[in-house]
Structure formats: structure tokens, C-alpha cells
């Protein structure tokens, strides 16, 4: 099991892990996820045409607290999507962070609670990472389409995460969540 606490390192079961020593994305795993919502499917798609043929690997495991949880481990060297809920990544960026990563959005900003698009790395493929982003249009979503006049509602799905929040702050995370992620606690 992964496990950390802000500021005493990070974990699985009782080792310490530790993000990857990749100097640069040429020895990288990179993961991304398939997103949901279709204003982040051509970001993430012209990330990967432009990434593939320069990174080791690019590879789409699951949740963003798997991927997470494995950049932190040194499994993979980074991890971007271009929109996240907090619940999806708060736990999985402490981990990233403890474990010696950098995590930001897209465009390079330190990430908050407040944040939805994402990249979490090892630090050292940070910035060529945020780089090959701009250079694709990649650093959020596409502007709105326009909707088919037949296209049907999305659909809502559950998600079910364990994030665990210190007494003190319960109640400012829990008014944080209701109020559609606007305020911000960091991590």
C-alpha cells in the first residue's frame, strides 16, 4: 500500500520510494490518462503524437492515483492530463511531492486543490515536459464545441478514493469540495 504523511517522505508498505533518476524524457515512462471529457481528448492526443517518438514509453494504466503513485515510485518518469477533480489527485500528488517530484498544471503553476489539468514528474523532465506541452497546444482544455443538436447528456459516474485530511482542516476541505474546488488548501 502507498502511503505518506505531509513531510515525512513517502511509501509503499514500509520502504520508502523515491521518484525516477531519468535525466530527460528521451529515458522516460510517461503516463497520461483517456479523458472523459472531450475538451481534453485532442490535448492529450497531440501530446502523445509530439512525445512517442522522443520518450522510452507512454502508457495509460488506470486511475490518476495509480499513475501517480507510480511516478512517485520511480515506475514512470511523469505524468500529465489535461483535467482532473481534486479527489482524483490530492492524495496521489502528496505522494509524488513527498517522494521528491514537482507537480504543476500544464503551464508550469504550483498545483493547488483548485487545480484540474496536471503534470507530475520526477523534477528533472519538468520543464522539457511543460515545453513539449506548449509546443502542442496542450496546456488545458480545447475552447467549447459547439453541441450536435442530438448529442446526448454526459454521463455522471462515481469514483470512490480514500484521501485522508487532518482534523483541523476537515471542515475547509469539506466547504472546498462543495464549492466546486474554488478554494484552496494546498497539500
Not at 46 to 55: D, H, K, N, Q, Y
Not at 82 to 106: F, I, K, P
Amino acid at each position: 500500500m502507498f502511503h505518506t504523511i505531509k513531510g515525512t517522505g513517502a511509501f509503499l508498505n514500509d520502504k520508502q520510494i523515491h521518484v525516477s533518476d531519468a535525466p530527460d524524457i528521451s529515458k522516460s515512462v510517461i503516463f497520461t490518462g483517456s479523458p472523459p471529457n472531450p475538451r481534453a481528448i485532442s490535448p492529450v492526443l497531440r501530446s502523445i503524437t509530439s512525445l512517442m517518438p522522443r520518450a522510452r514509453t507512454i502508457r495509460m494504466l488506470g486511475t490518476a492515483a495509480h499513475m501517480l503513485a507510480y511516478v512517485a515510485a520511480g515506475r514512470a518518469s511523469a505524468y500529465f492530463e489535461a483535467d482532473l477533480n481534486a479527489w482524483d489527485s490530492a492524495a496521489g500528488v502528496l505522494l509524488v511531492r513527498e517522494a521528491g517530484g514537482r507537480v504543476t498544471d500544464l503551464t508550469g503553476e504550483e498545483w493547488q486543490l483548485s487545480t484540474r489539468p496536471i503534470l507530475a514528474t520526477n523534477a528533472k523532465v519538468h520543464d522539457e515536459m511543460l515545453g513539449e506541452l506548449e509546443k502542442t497546444g496542450s496546456t488545458g482544455l480545447d475552447p467549447v464545441a459547439e453541441k450536435d443538436e442530438e448529442e446526448e447528456e454526459e454521463a455522471v459516474f462515481g469514483v470512490n478514493v480514500n484521501l485522508y485530511v487532518k482534523a483541523d482542516r476537515r471542515e475547509d476541505f469539506i466547504a472546498c469540495i462543495q464549492n466546486n474546488q474554488k478554494g484552496t488548501l494546498g497539500t
